[in-house]
């Protein structure tokens, strides 16, 4: 079974910044894309970031501002998110997920196939 695996997860201070790292558990050179989204406690699960593989093209959501830049390391199978300027409002369990297929919203959750079983970030003010 795939397995997606984040790490990079923690405590942080606003304004600081954060690495996440997603590594898939098979060769990822026939997915679709690999993304980001988050859950704050009470709050629907939100895109972030996702990069589609064909030509590295980037979706971020509006909320961003520029502050989180989406990365990836095919040769190690891996995804990262880049978090700069971080907010006490980007506390959230992150999950890592991924596509195989085009077609459909990349801004949309349920047209993901896998997901990471998520790691939590959390910014003191």
């Known amino acids: 079974q795939v397995q997606l695996v984040e790490s990079g997860g923690g405590l942080v201070q606003a304004g600081d910044s954060l690495r996440l790292n997603c590594t898939a558990s098979e060769r990822t050179f026939r997915y679709y894309a690999m993304g980001w989204f988050r859950q704050a406690p009470g709050k629907e699960r939100e895109f972030v970031a996702a990069?589609?593989?064909?030509?590295?093209?980037?979706y971020y959501g509006d909320f961003l501002k520029g502050r989180f830049t989406i990365s990836r390391d095919s040769t190690k199978n891996t995804v990262y998110l880049h978090m700069n300027n971080l907010k006490p409002d980007d506390t959230a369990v992150y999950f890592c997920?991924?596509?195989?297929?085009?077609?459909?919203?990349?801004?949309?959750?349920?047209?993901?196939?896998?997901w990471g079983q998520g790691t939590q970030v959390t910014v003191s003010s």
């Open positions: 990069k589609r593989w064909s030509d590295s093209t980037a």
């Open positions: 997920a991924a596509r195989k297929t085009g077609g459909g919203d990349i801004y949309t959750r349920d047209d993901y196939d896998l």
